[in-house]
């Protein structure tokens, strides 16, 4: 059953989404080389604490930690811990908060120092992707025409969409219906209306579309071992278009 919010929750989401923005703009600002994967979600962990709300992710269907960290070949759901980041890493950040009984949910994928032609490329067209699909999010437009925006700038590059995980929607919970693909044809799906509240999030490997999940049962890497970048927004659809709730 799809949710839809009142502009009062939809401010309330806001709150939350600009818990997230904050941790990322600490987080962006201290990923360099040297640094760990567990010293970027203790900052994030503060800060999020600091402003009064709850690290959604952390204890979330068991999951360890604050935040997700996913480094190079790891597409999402990275377990943050001693891995030292060195130059040329890739390392996607995915990071939710819960402020007054509302998730917000975000995701950036960030340069560790200088970085490989095809890690920019990467990284450059899975944020390409993430704005085409938002630029779908308007009321009486369908579900798959954010899915097939996504996919068409994607594959236009001649990189992959992830087809096993996908997008969804939020509020009160952090998963709520409806699911959002990054592929699909345009005109199907629910119709889109005010009120909806979509996280959109592009996973976008170099190689094979197919992905695998390590024995630790969270994180899921290619399986082809390329690289993997991840970027995600919580966008609420308004009679006026969609409203980014995540923004830094």
């Known amino acids: 059953m799809i949710v839809l919010k ?12 600009a818990v997230v923005a904050g941790a990322h703009k600490m987080i ?8 760990t994967t567990i010293e970027l979600d203790q900052i994030a962990a503060e800060y999020i604490a ?9 204890g979330y269907n068991g999951f360890p930690a604050s935040i997700c960290a996913s480094v190079n070949e790891e597409v999402v759901h990275g377990i943050p811990g001693d891995r030292v980041l060195v130059e040329g890493d890739i390392v996607g950040v995915d990071i939710g908060s819960l402020l007054d009984g509302y998730y917000g949910d975000c995701a950036y994928t960030l340069r560790v ?7 920019n490329l990467l990284l450059d067209v899975t944020q390409r992707a993430l704005v085409k699909g938002i630029e779908q999010a308007k ?3 369908f579900l798959q025409d954010i899915s097939h ?19 969804h929607g939020i509020g009160r919970k952090m998963h709520e219906d409806p699911q959002v693909p990054n592929y699909g044809k345009p005109g199907r ?3 889109l209306q005010e009120g909806m509240v979509l996280a959109i999030e592009p996973m976008v490997n170099v190689g094979t579309i197919d992905v695998r999940v390590l024995d630790d049962e969270w994180t899921v890497v290619t399986k082809d071992g390329s690289l ?20 830094q």
């Open 6 to 17: 009142s502009p009062d929750e939809i401010e309330k989401m806001r709150r939350a989404g």
């Open 28 to 35: 962006a600002e201290a990923v360099k080389p040297g640094v």
């Open 50 to 58: 600091s402003q009064g709300a709850k690290a959604a992710f952390l």
């Open 113 to 119: 120092g200088d970085v490989s032609d095809e890690a």
């Open 139 to 141: 009321p009486g437009n």
């Open 149 to 167: 925006a996504v996919q068409q700038e994607v594959e236009a590059s001649g990189l992959a969409v992830v087809r096993q995980l996908v997008g």
């Open 189 to 191: 799906g629910v119709m």
């Open 228 to 247: 993997s970048a991840h970027f995600e927004h919580t966008v609420a659809i308004r009679s006026d278009g969609p409203d980014i709730l995540t923004l």
